[in-house]
């Protein structure tokens, strides 16, 4: 059964730092991408950070330079480690896998939510 458990959301003040978690089990990681996802109330989803199959990674232009997202592949778990928050930064985030190789424009949430990867949300509240 595959399962993507996140955790690690709360509320903090601006400038504070959290992790989030997410435990992914049911998939075999060498055939899988692994996202960060965030939806903030009345705004679109948007995704965050990927992280390929090969280890590379990108993170979206909004958080670049303060969240780092990172896997550890004997527990398989993927992390994002996020610095220096703001309010703007306010979300429902959501980790998901995606066919290695395919893009988000490609493979979007909606496609993961209906493979069964896609995984519950985690809240974070940024206070200014």
């Known amino acids: 059964q595959v399962r993507l458990v996140a955790s690690g959301g709360g509320s903090v003040q601006a400038g504070e730092s959290l992790r989030l978690s997410c435990v992914v089990s049911?998939?075999?990681?060498?055939?899988?991408?692994l996202r960060w996802y965030r939806q903030a109330p009345g705004k679109e989803r948007e995704i965050i950070s990927n992280i390929n199959n090969d280890g590379s990674t990108s993170v979206a232009d909004s958080v670049k330079g303060r969240f780092t997202i990172s896997r550890a592949a004997t527990n398989k778990t993927v992390y994002l480690q996020m610095n220096s928050l703001k309010s703007e930064d306010t979300a429902v985030y959501y980790c998901a896998a995606a066919p290695a190789g395919y893009s988000d424009n490609v493979c979007p949430p909606e496609n993961l939510v209906r493979y069964g990867t896609w995984g519950q949300g985690t809240e974070v509240t940024v206070s200014s």
């Open positions: 049911g998939l075999d990681l060498c055939r899988y991408d």
